[in-house]
């Protein structure tokens, strides 16, 4: 099976040696999005709803990138440095990610890149 790197100016571009995506058949995996802005490279100033929407417009990015929508997303991880604001990275989830929802995990962290508070990854599955 081949590999297929994504990238897309739509999104931050990768700060270290990754890409921002690779397909491999009808899967995309989607590196960890933290809340940069695509044209600045700046992290958005903002609370974690602010932040958590540039996480998931940056992923949307991606996965139209790819060739595919946020709503054929299989998995996502999401890392926070407050678990505290678990429920309103869930509100802005909601209004992103459609049913059928898909699968995730929420982890605790100590810190993240550049100071973000929160960062996702995903697994699409293209059809």
């Known amino acids: 099976m ?32 933290i809340p940069l802005d695509p044209a600045t490279g700046e992290l958005v100033t903002g609370d974690i709803t602010a932040q958590t929407r540039r996480v998931f417009e940056n992923l949307k990015a991606v996965c139209a990138a790819a060739g595919g ?41 100590a810190a993240l890149p550049r100071g973000a508070q929160v960062e996702i990854d995903a697994i699409l599955v293209l059809e």
Not at 6 to 19: C, M, R
């Open 69 to 109: 929508s946020l709503a054929q997303l299989a998995r996502v991880g999401i890392y926070l440095t407050d678990l505290s604001h678990f429920a309103a990275v869930n509100a802005v989830m909601a209004e992103y990610c459609v049913e059928p929802h898909p699968a995730r995990a929420t982890i605790g962290v």
């Open 2 to 33: 081949s590999r297929q790197i994504i990238a897309t100016p739509a999104a931050p571009q990768a700060i270290g040696p990754y890409a921002q995506a690779v397909r491999c058949g009808n899967t995309v995996y989607l590196s960890g999005q």
